[in-house]
Protein backbone atom coordinates (compact mmCIF):
# COMPACT_ATOMS: atom_id res chain seq x y z
CA UNK A 1 0.00 0.00 0.00
CA UNK A 2 0.91 3.42 -1.02
CA UNK A 3 -0.39 6.42 0.30
CA UNK A 4 0.99 10.12 -1.68
CA UNK A 5 0.12 13.27 -0.56
CA UNK A 6 0.38 16.54 -2.79
CA UNK A 7 0.96 19.72 -2.12
CA UNK A 8 2.07 23.10 -3.81
CA UNK A 9 -1.49 24.12 -5.88
CA UNK A 10 -2.93 27.14 -5.97
CA UNK A 11 -4.22 30.24 -7.83
CA UNK A 12 -2.12 32.25 -10.06
CA UNK A 13 -1.82 33.99 -12.91
CA UNK A 14 -0.45 33.55 -16.79
CA UNK A 15 3.47 33.12 -17.11
CA UNK A 16 3.74 32.65 -13.18
CA UNK A 17 5.19 29.09 -12.05
CA UNK A 18 3.71 26.36 -9.54
CA UNK A 19 5.96 23.69 -7.79
CA UNK A 20 3.92 20.65 -6.71
CA UNK A 21 5.42 18.13 -4.17
CA UNK A 22 4.23 14.39 -4.18
CA UNK A 23 5.29 12.75 -1.15
CA UNK A 24 5.40 9.04 -0.91
CA UNK A 25 4.58 6.86 2.13
CA UNK A 26 5.50 3.55 0.58
CA UNK A 27 7.69 3.01 -2.38
CA UNK A 28 6.50 1.99 -6.25
CA UNK A 29 8.35 1.50 -9.60
CA UNK A 30 7.39 4.96 -10.58
CA UNK A 31 5.71 7.71 -9.80
CA UNK A 32 3.53 10.33 -12.47
CA UNK A 33 1.78 13.28 -12.52
CA UNK A 34 -2.13 13.47 -14.24
CA UNK A 35 -4.27 16.36 -13.92
CA UNK A 36 -8.13 16.39 -15.06
CA UNK A 37 -10.02 19.89 -16.20
CA UNK A 38 -13.78 20.15 -15.73
CA UNK A 39 -15.39 17.97 -18.39
CA UNK A 40 -12.70 16.58 -19.84
CA UNK A 41 -10.28 13.28 -19.32
CA UNK A 42 -7.98 12.95 -16.96
CA UNK A 43 -4.77 13.69 -18.83
CA UNK A 44 -1.12 12.80 -18.15
CA UNK A 45 1.32 15.46 -17.49
CA UNK A 46 4.53 13.49 -16.81
CA UNK A 47 6.56 10.71 -15.06
CA UNK A 48 9.66 9.20 -13.11
CA UNK A 49 11.17 6.33 -12.42
CA UNK A 50 12.57 6.24 -9.05
CA UNK A 51 16.02 4.01 -10.43
CA UNK A 52 15.60 6.27 -13.76
CA UNK A 53 16.71 9.24 -15.42
CA UNK A 54 14.43 9.35 -17.53
CA UNK A 55 11.32 11.56 -17.50
CA UNK A 56 8.84 10.87 -19.27
CA UNK A 57 6.47 13.84 -20.16
CA UNK A 58 2.92 14.44 -22.36
CA UNK A 59 3.04 17.22 -24.60
CA UNK A 60 1.64 19.51 -22.44
CA UNK A 61 4.04 19.45 -20.00
CA UNK A 62 7.32 19.24 -22.86
CA UNK A 63 9.31 22.35 -22.53
CA UNK A 64 7.76 23.93 -19.57
CA UNK A 65 7.57 21.34 -16.95
CA UNK A 66 10.09 19.48 -14.99
CA UNK A 67 9.59 16.40 -12.97
CA UNK A 68 12.13 15.54 -10.76
CA UNK A 69 12.28 12.72 -7.81
CA UNK A 70 14.28 12.87 -4.26
CA UNK A 71 14.71 9.54 -3.12
CA UNK A 72 15.60 10.06 0.58
CA UNK A 73 12.73 11.90 1.10
CA UNK A 74 9.92 9.47 -1.24
CA UNK A 75 9.19 12.98 -2.80
CA UNK A 76 8.63 13.75 -6.61
CA UNK A 77 8.36 17.44 -7.58
CA UNK A 78 6.80 18.99 -10.22
CA UNK A 79 7.89 22.48 -11.79
CA UNK A 80 5.77 24.29 -13.68
CA UNK A 81 6.94 27.23 -15.30
CA UNK A 82 4.96 29.65 -17.95
CA UNK A 83 1.68 28.71 -16.60
CA UNK A 84 -1.05 29.24 -19.36
CA UNK A 85 -4.87 29.01 -18.37
CA UNK A 86 -5.37 25.77 -19.89
CA UNK A 87 -3.60 24.59 -17.65
CA UNK A 88 -6.07 25.02 -14.98
CA UNK A 89 -7.12 21.93 -13.28
CA UNK A 90 -6.42 19.26 -10.48
CA UNK A 91 -3.16 17.45 -10.58
CA UNK A 92 -2.85 14.23 -9.13
CA UNK A 93 -0.20 12.46 -8.18
CA UNK A 94 -0.05 8.62 -9.09
CA UNK A 95 2.20 5.42 -8.31
CA UNK A 96 2.35 1.79 -9.73
CA UNK A 97 4.86 -0.28 -11.68
CA UNK A 98 3.42 0.81 -15.23
CA UNK A 99 5.69 -0.76 -17.93
CA UNK A 100 4.53 2.48 -20.14
CA UNK A 101 4.68 5.49 -18.23
CA UNK A 102 1.64 7.27 -19.81
CA UNK A 103 -0.62 4.63 -19.29
CA UNK A 104 -2.78 6.03 -16.11
CA UNK A 105 -4.08 3.16 -16.10
CA UNK A 106 -1.53 1.35 -14.79
CA UNK A 107 -0.76 3.31 -11.64
CA UNK A 108 -2.25 1.85 -8.44
CA UNK A 109 -2.53 4.22 -6.08
CA UNK A 110 -3.83 7.86 -6.70
CA UNK A 111 -3.61 11.02 -4.53
CA UNK A 112 -6.34 13.01 -3.75
CA UNK A 113 -5.41 16.05 -5.89
CA UNK A 114 -4.18 19.70 -5.43
CA UNK A 115 -6.40 22.49 -7.46
CA UNK A 116 -4.32 24.66 -10.16
CA UNK A 117 -5.92 27.76 -11.42
CA UNK A 118 -3.95 29.77 -13.82
CA UNK A 119 -5.89 33.12 -14.49
CA UNK A 120 -5.50 35.14 -17.63
Known amino acids: QVRLVESGGGLVQAGASLRLSCTASGRSSAVGWFRQSPGKEREFVAA????????YYGDSAKGRFTISRDNAKNAVSLQMNKLKPEDTAVYYC????????????????WGQGTQVTVSS
Open 48 to 55: IRWTDDSP
Open 94 to 109: AAGSPFLLGNQDAYDY
